[in-house]
């Protein structure tokens, strides 16, 4: 058998109401709409549902003895309907995120306290790990990431770029005069990785070649190596627009084209409908499109 709940939902209405008007008003459709959804109902069911006249549509047995089960039905729907609208509008819950450490670290505490105070009923997890998470797995709700995600199956926003600079705090400088060329790097302390080649990488796109040997200074993580910076024991890179929040950490060979990365936000595509990520999303990317206001220490 094949008919519809707006079919059942019709056959309801006109029960209850006594004429295809009468009903056709009540659901909000045409006379005729309703009359061809009686007609399919029962062609379906094969069963004569009214007995049709001039004062209505009257019952038959076989109608009556459905017409409660139908209510029933009808009821269940209006529950379904009910519960569904309020878990769109509830926002209470929990959401997980994902970022690296610099971010997850230095960056989110910050924003997510503005952002708690202003949603209370939302608790906030951070995964915190130069590891990708997998969203397709659900490891997390929504990703903060520097490149693009390519996987079908997320939605990626794209919400800033980050360039990246050289960077020395003032203290350092004050005993070693700043670089004026990119050839003077190397008589100077360089802070870079120590198993991570990306960063020597970067130093090669700006025309420099150096080998893990040449940082005098080697760390993987990337906030102890912003603290080294910041402590001014060398030169090392810092997204420009965190090193604003420094003062005292001056960037060198500003011309030099060290790197620029693409800021992204990622989630599953089954739930960027879901109020309260929606909620994340959208002051996660306010938040980050103008970064590091006053956010850092």
């Known amino acids: 058998m094949h008919y519809s709940l707006d079919h059942i939902r019709t056959f309801h209405a006109v029960a209850k109401y006594g004429s295809l008007l009468a009903a056709s008003r009540h659901l909000g459709l045409t006379q005729p709409t309703v009359g061809r959804h009686i007609d399919l109902l029962e062609e379906t069911l094969g069963l004569s549902l009214f007995i049709r006249g001039r004062e209505g549509m009257r019952l038959t047995e076989k109608g009556a003895d459905l017409v409660t089960t139908a209510g029933e039905l009808m009821g269940n729907a209006t529950e379904f309907e009910r519960l569904a609208t309020g878990l769109e509008e509830k926002i209470g819950g929990v959401v997980r995120l994902s970022a690296n450490q610099i971010f997850g670290t230095l960056l989110l505490p910050g924003i997510i306290a503005g952002f708690m105070r202003e949603y209370p009923e939302i608790e906030i997890e951070i995964d915190v790990s130069n590891e990708v998470s997998n969203l397709l797995q659900r490891d997390a709700d929504i990703a903060i990431r520097l490149f693009r995600p390519a996987q ?146």
């Open 152 to 297: 079908n199956d997320l939605v990626a926003r794209k919400v800033t770029e980050l360039p990246m600079g050289l960077f020395a705090h003032e203290d350092y400088l004050a005993r070693h005069p700043a670089p004026k060329s990119i050839d003077d790097l190397r008589h100077h302390v360089l802070l870079g990785q120590d198993r991570n080649p990306s960063l020597i990488g970067a130093y090669r796109a700006a025309r420099l070649e150096l080998a893990t040997t040449d940082f005098a200074f080697r760390c993987d993580n990337d906030v102890a190596e912003i603290n080294a910076v910041r402590a001014g024991i060398g030169i090392g890179p810092l997204h420009v627009g965190m090193a604003k929040n420094w003062p005292s950490v001056i960037q060198v060979l500003p011309e030099l084209p060290i790197h620029t990365f693409e800021l992204w936000l990622a989630c599953h595509a089954d739930v960027r409908h879901n109020k309260r990520i929606r909620l994340v999303m959208d002051y996660l990317a306010a938040k980050l499109r103008t970064p590091y206001q006053k956010s850092l220490t």
